[in-house]
């Protein structure tokens, strides 16, 4: 205690009486820190003072002295003589080790410092508490260092009466370089509302009207499900009162890298990262070389449509508000039904022009997981796994049969390339499972067996081609049809050491999630720069790679190139080559007495089942059989070579697979440029040249040889170096259908092989040109060719097939080479949507703009511009100064409203009209961005009702958007026409129709 003559005197804590009263009353004055209304858990706490009247207790210790301070000398000092007691007594005596001390008391500042700079690295609290122990020697107790580890949270995240919800705004709306999207709820309304940290010139938080209606119905709905989270108190703004549902972010480094490579997109949600339950759903992309990025994270509420409509159509746009969405070619995801249909509300890569024009993911085809439907469905399925196991584990013959229909599956999925080829295999498959002779297959299944793996390929399977089979995508899906990509991430997540946890609440989740992205950017970041300024050490390695290239494309190429030599070519005219690999060279021989060995396997456990019957087999014998039967059939963990070689074998036999004769073209673009096409479409898909390709050049790789993708400069320098960025997006933005090769190359391509020669006999190259031409001699279709003459024909070799089904070689556009969905299959997106009342979001960007959002805000800049200086867009002149606020619709409503009167005073004859020049507006626009002749039957949509013109109009204005100048010229002139028309039929003398 200090006294007022400057002196401070300290005793024993045995010096004074403990005074219960006194204790509960300090006690009540300490407010509580818990949220729960509940009454405080009783705790029994101790005292080290004296208790008065208490056996052996009661003993107070004199131990006192006095510290004076000098204020002349401005310092304290210890009279060695004065008034007190030197002695403890009463008591027994403690270790000065042994006392616990306040931690301010314990260490100094600057360990203080360091012990929060720990913490605040996501290092557990154990680990701090022995850090300290380590550098200063004093133990702090683990209460001590958790009280640091809360003081600190609270200062950075709110103070702790905040809820969960207010520290998560709190941290993604104050850091800088993190963008996010919050969806809330009044949970007494159930109004929705969202914020977003929107602006990013100041950072601001903002909130906007929600104008998306999100997919539900009465039974699913984010107001029905506000109504089920009343008492989640943790998920409640503080400020507003409103219950948080959603929250989408992401960083300027993800933005970034998503500019930069948006072609492949994969998305997963994943369990156990946050204290509130909620699932972590992430969108994932692969950057130049291969290795996966975040794209964005979400906290979802449910597995529900909405919930995901909301995400891929309302928090994708705010927190990537570039053209990269528009520049995704494939989203991958699970078969889950409410993702599907939410998904595929968004895209729009299967669809016509003017319906893909109104979806954020124009360009985007859906494909489902292929694990996820074999494993999943199929071989791990309740209904399918027991009568597969019990097949397997009947013998060694039946495990391989149905081992080798599960791969066959996949040949569907990752190998078969046109519809003709899946159809033909489709009817093989079919005839396979239900032929009776199972004694010519590798093993006998029983028919109830095989008719239920029949079911599932039939009902689960086959009907979901548009969504599996590799014949129904050529996009840049860069090899990818599962989401491991995905489930890799999220098991990578949850087992780092920093990773978050199930006990951490969503704010905590969210800041490990972002530092460790952050931290495994900066790693490839330094990756990328050393790659982009190193070179190989050998000349060997210099000549055949790309410095420029990444490591991984650099051995994709060099695989591609070495593999050419195992391939033939013939020149068939001026300009093209037929290219085909040396099957009978390079393809393994089907002639390796496979019946025989595993004939010899199967007797081998045969003499032994039999000697087993006849005498009881020894000890040493028992281990020798079983010892074979782990070497062949592998100890339930892994799989043998041998069993591997005898399956590989067994699919050789058994699945149907095609020689391939590519056609290489040799293109001279309209500016002069050459460029070598390939018609087994590696380079739409991979976006590197193919081995077809090498076959032809003759060459190395060179810079020419991939995609601008590819290299590391690209991932260095885009947006951070403003002239080699507008570099690398003009590179980008030439989409080429081949691979550019220099007037050199063209020369000596044309001289090396004649027309009408080449490396094998022409007969050779035809015999599988635009026909099905199956593989090998000793197959079990060549072997059971008369008895299959129903399905094969005449010759089981060469199966015409209709010529618009061989792949292009010069494809088009993205999406004209990709299928359209059946009739008969399932169609998403067409649901009607429910509103869910009034709408707002919060929404918060970071400053960082990405390149592309620069060059769109520049194009939306010139094309307003250009709309203010045309006189004709409204009878009233536009100023060039408001132009920012001004887009077409509302330039040209005016008009509109005008022609809608007209077509009220010309009843049914206006409302023909008014569909005739709207409809060949729109064959006008389709006509220029196809640049061909679109007849009138196939874009001529119903004639529109008089209240459903609104929204034709809005979609036309829109396409002219796009257009800049002609765009406008052209709705000027079919309004002008339109209202004439209307007028002149307006007349008394009017013409009739």
Same mark, same amino acid.
């Given at each position: 205690?200090?006294?007022?003559?400057?002196?401070?005197?300290?005793?024993?804590?045995?010096?004074?009486?403990?005074?219960?009263?006194?204790?509960?009353?300090?006690?009540?004055?300490?407010?509580?820190?818990?949220?729960?209304?509940?009454?405080?858990?009783?705790?029994?706490?101790?005292?080290?003072?004296?208790?008065?009247?208490?056996?052996?207790?009661?003993?107070?210790?004199?131990?006192?002295?006095?510290?004076?301070?000098?204020?002349?000398?401005?310092?304290?000092?210890?009279?060695?003589?004065?008034?007190?007691?030197?002695?403890?007594?009463?008591?027994?005596?403690?270790?000065?080790?042994?006392?616990?001390?306040?931690?301010?008391?314990?260490?100094?500042?600057?360990?203080?410092?360091?012990?929060?700079?720990?913490?605040?690295?996501?290092?557990?609290?154990?680990?701090?508490?022995?850090?300290?122990?380590?550098?200063?020697?004093?133990?702090?107790?683990?209460?001590?260092?958790?009280?640091?580890?809360?003081?600190?949270?609270?200062?950075?995240?709110?103070?702790?009466?905040?809820?969960?919800?207010?520290?998560?705004?709190?941290?993604?709306?104050?850091?800088?370089?993190?963008?996010?999207?919050?969806?809330?709820?009044?949970?007494?309304?159930?109004?929705?509302?969202?914020?977003?940290?929107?602006?990013?010139?100041?950072?601001?938080?903002?909130?906007?009207?929600?104008?998306?209606?999100?997919?539900?119905?009465?039974?699913?709905?984010?107001?029905?499900?506000?109504?089920?989270?009343?008492?989640?108190?943790?998920?409640?703004?503080?400020?507003?009162?409103?219950?948080?549902?959603?929250?989408?972010?992401?960083?300027?480094?993800?933005? =970034?890298?998503?500019?930069?490579?948006?072609?492949?997109?994969?998305?997963?949600?994943?369990?156990?990262?946050?204290?509130?339950?909620?699932?972590?759903?992430?969108?994932?992309?692969?950057?130049?070389?291969?290795?996966?990025?975040?794209?964005?994270?979400?906290?979802?509420?449910?597995?529900?449509?909405?919930?995901?409509?909301?995400?891929?159509?309302?928090?994708?746009?705010?927190?990537?508000?570039?053209?990269?969405?528009?520049?995704?070619?494939?989203?991958?995801?699970?078969?889950?039904?409410?993702?599907?249909?939410?998904?595929?509300?968004?895209?729009?890569?299967?669809?016509?022009?003017?319906?893909?024009?109104?979806?954020?993911?124009?360009?985007?085809?859906?494909?489902?997981?292929?694990?996820?439907?074999?494993?999943?469905?199929?071989?791990?399925?309740?209904?399918?796994?027991?009568?597969?196991? =019990?097949?397997?584990?009947?013998?060694?013959?039946?495990?391989?049969?149905?081992?080798?229909?599960?791969?066959?599956?996949?040949?569907?999925?990752?190998?078969?390339?046109?519809?003709?080829?899946?159809?033909?295999?489709?009817?093989?498959?079919?005839?396979?499972?239900?032929?009776?002779?199972?004694?010519?297959?590798?093993?006998?299944?029983?028919?109830?067996?095989?008719?239920?793996?029949?079911?599932?390929?039939?009902?689960?399977?086959?009907?979901?081609?548009?969504?599996?089979?590799?014949?129904?995508?050529?996009?840049?899906?860069?090899?990818?049809?599962?989401?491991?990509?995905?489930?890799?991430?999220?098991?990578?997540?949850?087992?780092?050491?920093?990773?978050?946890?199930?006990?951490?609440?969503?704010?905590?989740?969210?800041?490990?999630?972002?530092?460790?992205?952050?931290?495994?950017?900066?790693?490839?970041?330094?990756?990328?720069?050393?790659?982009?300024?190193?070179?190989?050490?050998?000349?060997?390695?210099?000549?055949?790679?790309?410095?420029?290239?990444?490591?991984?494309?650099?051995?994709?190429?060099?695989?591609?190139?070495?593999?050419?030599?195992?391939?033939?070519?013939?020149?068939?005219?001026?300009?093209?080559?037929?290219?085909?690999?040396?099957?009978?060279?390079?393809?393994?021989?089907?002639?390796?007495?496979?019946?025989?060995?595993?004939?010899?396997?199967?007797?081998?456990?045969?003499?032994?089942?039999?000697?087993?019957?006849?005498?009881?087999?020894?000890?040493?014998?028992?281990?020798?059989?079983?010892?074979?039967?782990?070497?062949?059939?592998?100890?339930?963990?892994?799989?043998?070579?041998?069993?591997?070689?005898?399956?590989?074998?067994?699919?050789?036999?058994?699945?149907?697979?095609?020689?391939?004769?590519?056609?290489?073209?040799?293109?001279?673009?309209?500016?002069?440029?050459?460029?070598?096409?390939?018609?087994?479409?590696?380079?739409?898909?991979?976006?590197?040249?193919?081995?077809?390709?090498?076959?032809?050049?003759?060459?190395?790789?060179?810079?020419?040889?991939?995609?601008?993708?590819?290299?590391?400069?690209?991932?260095?320098?885009?947006?951070?170096?403003?002239?080699?960025?507008?570099?690398?997006?003009?590179?980008?933005?030439?989409?080429?259908?081949?691979?550019?090769?220099?007037?050199?190359?063209?020369?000596?391509?044309?001289?090396?092989?004649?027309?009408?020669?080449?490396?094998?006999?022409?007969?050779?190259?035809?015999?599988?040109?635009?026909?099905?031409?199956?593989?090998?001699?000793?197959?079990?279709?060549?072997?059971?060719?008369? =008895?299959?003459?129903?399905?094969?024909?005449?010759?089981?070799?060469?199966?015409?097939?209709?010529?618009?089904?061989?792949?292009?070689?010069?494809?088009?556009?993205?999406?004209?080479?990709?299928?359209?969905?059946?009739?008969?299959?399932?169609?998403?997106?067409?649901?009607?949507?429910?509103?869910?009342?009034?709408?707002?979001?919060?929404?918060?960007?970071?400053?960082?703009?990405?390149?592309?959002?620069?060059?769109?805000?520049?194009?939306?800049?010139?094309?307003?511009?250009?709309?203010?200086?045309?006189?004709?867009?409204?009878?009233?002149?536009?100023?060039?100064?408001?132009?920012?606020?001004?887009?077409?619709?509302?330039?040209?409503?005016?008009?509109?409203?005008?022609?809608?009167?007209?077509?009220?005073?010309?009843?049914?004859?206006?409302?023909?009209?008014?569909?005739?020049?709207?409809?060949?507006?729109?064959?006008?626009?389709?006509?220029?961005?196809?640049?061909?002749?679109?007849?009138?039957?196939?874009?001529?949509?119903?004639?529109?009702?008089?209240?459903?013109?609104?929204?034709?109009?809005?979609?036309?204005?829109?396409?002219?958007?796009?257009?800049?100048?002609?765009?406008?010229?052209?709705?000027?002139?079919?309004?002008?026409?339109?209202?004439?028309?209307?007028?002149?039929?307006?007349?008394?003398?009017?013409?009739?129709?």
């Amino acid at each position: 205690m200090e006294n007022g003559n400057g002196c401070i005197e300290v005793k024993c804590c045995r010096g004074t009486y403990h005074c219960e009263e006194k204790s509960l009353a300090h006690n009540r004055k300490k407010a509580r820190s818990t949220k729960s209304n509940a009454a405080p858990k009783a705790i029994k706490k101790k005292t080290t003072k004296p208790v008065h009247g208490q056996d052996g207790n009661d003993t107070r210790c004199p131990f006192h002295f006095q510290i004076y301070w000098d204020e002349k000398r401005r310092r304290w000092f210890l009279p060695k003589i004065q008034r007190g007691n030197r002695v403890h007594c009463g008591h027994k005596p403690i270790d000065p080790a042994d006392i616990k001390l306040e931690a301010k008391n314990s260490i100094s500042p600057e360990e203080e410092e360091i012990a929060r700079d720990s913490l605040q690295s996501h290092i557990s609290t154990a680990a701090t508490q022995n850090l300290i122990r380590t550098r200063t020697g004093e133990t702090l107790s683990w209460q001590q260092v958790y009280q640091m580890k809360k003081r600190q949270e609270n200062a950075q995240y709110g103070g702790n009466e905040n809820t969960a919800c207010d520290r998560l705004l709190h941290y993604l709306t104050t850091t800088d370089g993190i963008s996010c999207t919050f969806l809330f709820a009044d949970p007494k309304t159930h109004l929705l509302s969202e914020k977003v940290k929107k602006d990013k010139r100041n950072s601001a938080l903002t909130v906007e009207q929600l104008g998306k209606q999100l997919l539900g119905d009465d039974t699913d709905s984010p107001a029905i499900y506000a109504k089920g989270l009343k008492g989640r108190k943790e998920l409640i703004h503080t400020e507003t009162g409103e219950l948080m549902l959603a929250v989408a972010f992401t960083t300027d480094n993800q933005r =970034r890298k998503f500019d930069m490579f948006p072609e492949f997109v994969s998305g997963d949600d994943t369990e156990g990262t946050n204290s509130e339950k909620r699932s972590l759903y992430t969108l994932l992309g692969k950057d130049q070389n291969e290795k996966v990025f975040p794209i964005a994270w979400a906290f979802m509420p449910s597995k529900s449509q909405w919930a995901y409509d909301w995400f891929f159509g309302v928090a994708m746009p705010k927190l990537h508000p570039g053209d990269a969405i528009k520049r995704v070619e494939i989203v991958l995801t699970d078969a889950d039904k409410q993702e599907t249909m939410a998904v595929e509300n968004n895209v729009g890569g299967n669809l016509k022009p003017s319906v893909a024009e109104l979806r954020l993911f124009i360009n985007a085809l859906h494909r489902w997981c292929a694990w996820h439907r074999i494993n999943r469905n199929f071989t791990q399925d309740s209904k399918y796994k027991p009568t597969l196991t =019990r097949v397997k584990n009947s013998c060694v013959l039946s495990k391989i049969e149905v081992d080798v229909l599960e791969r066959w599956l996949w040949y569907f999925i990752k190998n078969y390339e046109t519809e003709e080829e899946v159809d033909f295999c489709r009817k093989l498959l079919d005839e396979y499972l239900n032929d009776e002779q199972q004694n010519l297959h590798i093993g006998e299944v029983d028919k109830a067996d095989r008719q239920l793996m029949l079911e599932f390929i039939t009902s689960s399977f086959q009907n979901h081609r548009h969504k599996l089979f590799e014949s129904k995508f050529n996009c840049a899906h860069m090899g990818n049809v599962t989401t491991s990509a995905s489930e890799a991430y999220h098991r990578g997540l949850k087992k780092a050491a920093l990773g978050p946890t199930p006990g951490c609440d969503l704010c905590i989740a969210a800041k490990k999630i972002i530092d460790l992205a952050n931290l495994r950017e900066d790693e490839k970041s330094k990756k990328a720069a050393f790659d982009a300024n190193a070179t190989f050490g050998k000349a060997d390695d210099r000549e055949r790679t790309v410095q420029e290239f990444s490591t991984f494309c650099n051995d994709k190429l060099s695989t591609e190139s070495e593999s050419s030599d195992d391939y033939l070519q013939f020149r068939t005219a001026e300009d093209t080559f037929l290219v085909k690999c040396d099957y009978d060279k390079f393809d393994l021989d089907f002639d390796q007495e496979l019946g025989t060995s595993i004939d010899q396997i199967n007797s081998l456990f045969d003499n032994e089942d039999s000697a087993a019957k006849e005498e009881e087999l020894d000890e040493a014998e028992t281990k020798k059989l079983d010892s074979l039967k782990e070497r062949l059939l592998g100890n339930c963990t892994s799989v043998t070579a041998e069993y591997r070689t005898m399956l590989r074998e067994s699919m050789k036999y058994i699945i149907p697979r095609f020689e391939r004769t590519r056609v290489v073209n040799l293109v001279q673009m309209p500016d002069g440029t050459w460029v070598l096409v390939c018609s087994c479409r590696l380079f739409n898909k991979r976006r590197y040249a193919c081995r077809h390709v090498y076959r032809v050049l003759k060459r190395h790789p060179t810079l020419s040889d991939a995609n601008v993708r590819w290299q590391n400069g690209y991932c260095q320098h885009y947006g951070r170096n403003d002239e080699l960025t507008n570099a690398y997006m003009d590179l980008r933005s030439a989409e080429l259908p081949g691979i550019i090769v220099t007037d050199e190359e063209v020369a000596s391509i044309k001289s090396t092989t004649r027309v009408g020669s080449g490396d094998r006999d022409e007969d050779y190259f035809l015999r599988s040109y635009k026909k099905l031409y199956l593989r090998g001699s000793n197959t079990f279709w060549h072997e059971n060719s008369e =008895r299959l003459r129903h399905i094969l024909g005449d010759s089981i070799c060469c199966v015409p097939v209709k010529p618009s089904s061989v792949a292009s070689t010069a494809p088009n556009s993205k999406t004209s080479s990709t299928a359209s969905h059946s009739q008969n299959g399932p169609t998403f997106g067409e649901k009607p949507s429910t509103s869910f009342g009034a709408a707002k979001m919060v929404h918060h960007s970071s400053t960082f703009a990405v390149p592309s959002q620069s060059c769109s805000d520049d194009c939306h800049n010139d094309s307003v511009m250009q709309i203010g200086s045309c006189d004709f867009v409204n009878n009233h002149p536009v100023d060039v100064d408001d132009s920012h606020k001004i887009d077409l619709a509302t330039s040209f409503h005016p008009r509109y409203v005008d022609i809608c009167n007209y077509t009220e005073s010309a009843r049914d004859n206006g409302i023909a009209v008014m569909a005739k020049h709207f409809n060949h507006c729109q064959r006008r626009f389709l006509n220029f961005f196809n640049n061909e002749t679109i007849s009138e039957d196939q874009v001529a949509a119903e004639t529109p009702p008089k209240s459903g013109f609104k929204h034709p109009f809005e979609a036309i204005c829109r396409m002219a958007q796009r257009t800049g100048t002609a765009g406008i010229e052209v709705v000027s002139e079919e309004l002008l026409a339109c209202q004439q028309e209307l007028d002149e039929r307006d007349q008394p003398n009017g013409p009739e129709d």
